[in-house]
Structure formats: C-alpha cells, structure tokens
C-alpha cells in the first residue's frame, strides 16, 4: 500500500479525534510483522502490548 494513503488515514484519524500511531517499516513484507523472531518483530510486539494497555485503561 502506497505509504500516502497511511499518512492521509493517520491524518483523518486524528481529525476525528482518535490516537494514532503510525510505524513506517521501510522494505518489510506481509509475513515478517507477524512472524516473532524477525527483525521487525520487537517493534510490533511493543506495539501490541503497548495496546493492549491502553484498551485496558
């Protein structure tokens, strides 16, 4: 996906009030953001715990 439409999302997001991060994971396929051990994979497993800790708020 074309990185602008992430951008244009994350700046709608945030118009409509919501928190949003968004993490650029440059020369990254589909499988290495769900597969742990990659290198990628410390950086979505902060992501998610970090959440799942504000879901838990």
Not at 28 to 53: C, K
Request: charged share 15%.
């Amino acid at each position: 996906m074309p990185l602008i439409h992430n951008e244009q999302y994350t700046t709608m997001a945030r118009q409509a009030g919501d928190e949003v991060t968004l993490t650029v994971l440059p020369d990254i396929g589909h499988f290495e953001i769900v597969i742990p051990g990659t290198t990628v994979w410390p950086l979505v497993q902060d992501a998610i715990l970090t959440m799942i800790d504000i879901q838990g708020e």
